[in-house]
C-alpha cells in the first residue's frame, strides 16, 4: 500500500519513486502538501533561484501535413485562410530586427510544410547566424527532425549534423505530447512515435547536443499515462544525460478538434509541475512556460517544483491561436518582477542554463528600475553557477 508519508520520505531521501507511487501523487487529495514536498527537491537543487530567459520565437511557417487534433495553430495547405510562409529574407529580418534587445536565444519551431526543400530551413539558420552571431537557435522538434529524414530521404543523424552545421545550437521539447500509443493514435495519428521521439533526443545527446522534454495534459490522457510518460523520459535520460529541462504543456482547446473539452484547472497544472518535479528526479529543471499557464499560476508554480518561468518570448503563436489570453510577450522588467514577487531571486540564464546575470537583492539596472519589487532574499548557492556573458560566435 502507497502512503504519501512512506513516498514522501523517500523523496525526501533521494530515492526513486515507482510508476505507483507516481500514480498515488497525483491522485493524493492534498495539494499544499504534495507541493511542500516537491519545494523540498526543487530547494534542494536550485535554493530560491528562479530562472528565466531573454528570448524570441520564430514561426516561420503555420503549414503543416499532420492534422493534430490539440492544435490551433496549423493549417492544412497554402492558401487555406491563416496559412502563412515567411520568405527567408522576411523570416531572417525578424531576427535581425532584435539586434538592439540583448536576446540570448532564438526558438524556432515550424509546421511540416509539404513544399519546402530542406535548403529553406540551412538558409534560415545560416541566416540568423549572420545577423546575430550571438543567438543561441534552440530549434525544430524531433517531429520536425523525423519529417525532414523522411521527405529528404536523410538519416536521422545526417538531418541533425547538417542542421548543427548551420548553426543549430540544441533541441526544444515540442512533440512529445504523450507517449502512450492509444492516445497519440487519437491525437496525433501522423507524428513520429514515442520511441522515434526519444531516439531523436537521445541521437542528439550523443552528439553533445542538449534538449528539452514536454508533456501535453489536460486532453484524453490518463494519469496512468501521465505517469507512464514521466517514467519513459526519466529512463531515457538515465542513458543519455541530455535533457535539460522538463516542460509540461497544459492543453488549450480553444480553436481545436477537441474544443469541447475544460481546460485543466489551475490545481491541475500546480500537481503536474508537483508530481514531475518528485518523479523526474535526473532531469534538472522544471519550467512553468508563462506564456502558457499565466503569469499567476508560473508564480505558484515557483513553490510546487519549477525552478524557471521561460522567456521574454515575443510573438508566441501557438497557445495564442488556441485561446491562450496571456501577452504574447513580457519585458525583462516584467519576468524580473514576477519572480521577485513570487518570493524567490530572478537569474537570467541563456539556453544552456548558465547564468548571464543574477538579479540579486538592491540591484538596479535600467530595466529594473521600472521594478517596483521589494527586497528579495539573497541566492543562497551561487558558486555552483558559472556567469558568462552570451554564446560565442561559432
Ligand atoms: O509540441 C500545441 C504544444 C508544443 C497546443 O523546449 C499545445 O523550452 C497546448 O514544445 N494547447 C510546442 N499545447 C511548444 C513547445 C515548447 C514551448 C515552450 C518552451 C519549450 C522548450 C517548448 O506545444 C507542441 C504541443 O505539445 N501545443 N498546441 C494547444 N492547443
Known amino acids: ?45 536550485h535554493g530560491d533561484l528562479a530562472f528565466f530567459n531573454v528570448n524570441m520565437h520564430l514561426n516561420a511557417t503555420n503549414v503543416c501535413e499532420a492534422s493534430c487534433m490539440f492544435c490551433a495553430f496549423a493549417r492544412q495547405e497554402e492558401g487555406n485562410p491563416g496559412a502563412y510562409t515567411m520568405s527567408l529574407a522576411d523570416a531572417i529580418g525578424r531576427v535581425e530586427a532584435s539586434k538592439d534587445k540583448a536576446l540570448t536565444e532564438v526558438h524556432v519551431v515550424n509546421g511540416l510544410h509539404p513544399g519546402l526543400p530542406f535548403d529553406y530551413y540551412e538558409e534560415l539558420l545560416r541566416g540568423i547566424k549572420r545577423v546575430r552571431p550571438d543567438l543561441h537557435i534552440k530549434g525544430f522538434t524531433a517531429v520536425e527532425i523525423e519529417y525532414f529524414a523522411q521527405k529528404f530521404g536523410m538519416s536521422r543523424e545526417e538531418v541533425l549534423s547538417r542542421l548543427v552545421d548551420c548553426g543549430l545550437g540544441s533541441l526544444p521539447g515540442g512533440g512529445a505530447e504523450i507517449f502512450a500509443p492509444s492516445v497519440r493514435q487519437k491525437i496525433c495519428a501522423d507524428k513520429v512515435d514515442a520511441d522515434g521521439w526519444i531516439e531523436i533526443h537521445q541521437i542528439a545527446h550523443r552528439m553533445g547536443l542538449k534538449s528539452n522534454c514536454t508533456m501535453l495534459y489536460g486532453h484524453v490522457e490518463s494519469i496512468e499515462e501521465r505517469v507512464d510518460h514521466l517514467c519513459r523520459l526519466r529512463e531515457a535520460q538515465d542513458q543519455t544525460g541530455g535533457f535539460q529541462c522538463f516542460v509540461p504543456l497544459a492543453f488549450h482547446p480553444a480553436n481545436t478538434s477537441m474544443q469541447r473539452l475544460p481546460p485543466p484547472t489551475g490545481c491541475e497544472d500546480l500537481r503536474v509541475y508537483a508530481v514531475s518535479r518528485l518523479m523526474l528526479d535526473n532531469i534538472p529543471h522544471l519550467k512553468a512556460y508563462w506564456s502558457m499557464v499565466g503569469q499567476k499560476t508560473a508564480q505558484v508554480a515557483l513553490w510546487f517544483g519549477a525552478d524557471d518561468i521561460d522567456g521574454t518570448v515575443e510573438e508566441e503563436r501557438i497557445y495564442h491561436m488556441a485561446g491562450a489570453r496571456t501577452p504574447q510577450a513580457l519585458t525583462r522588467a516584467e519576468l524580473v518582477h514576477i519572480v521577485r514577487k513570487a518570493g524567490r531571486t530572478p537569474v537570467e540564464r541563456d539556453t544552456l542554463y548558465r547564468v548571464v546575470r543574477v538579479e540579486a537583492e538592491g540591484d538596479v539596472s535600467r530595466e529594473a528600475a521600472a521594478d517596483h519589487a521589494g527586497p528579495t532574499r539573497r541566492a543562497t548557492h551561487l558558486p555552483k553557477l558559472r556567469v558568462v556573458t552570451t554564446e560565442q560566435p561559432t
Open 1 to 45: 500500500m502507497t502512503s504519501f508519508s512512506n513516498v514522501a520520505e523517500k523523496a525526501r531521501a533521494g530515492e526513486r519513486l515507482s510508476f505507483d507511487e507516481g500514480v498515488s501523487l497525483f491522485n493524493y487529495p492534498n495539494l499544499p502538501a504534495l507541493g511542500a514536498l516537491a519545494n523540498d527537491v526543487r530547494e534542494r537543487l
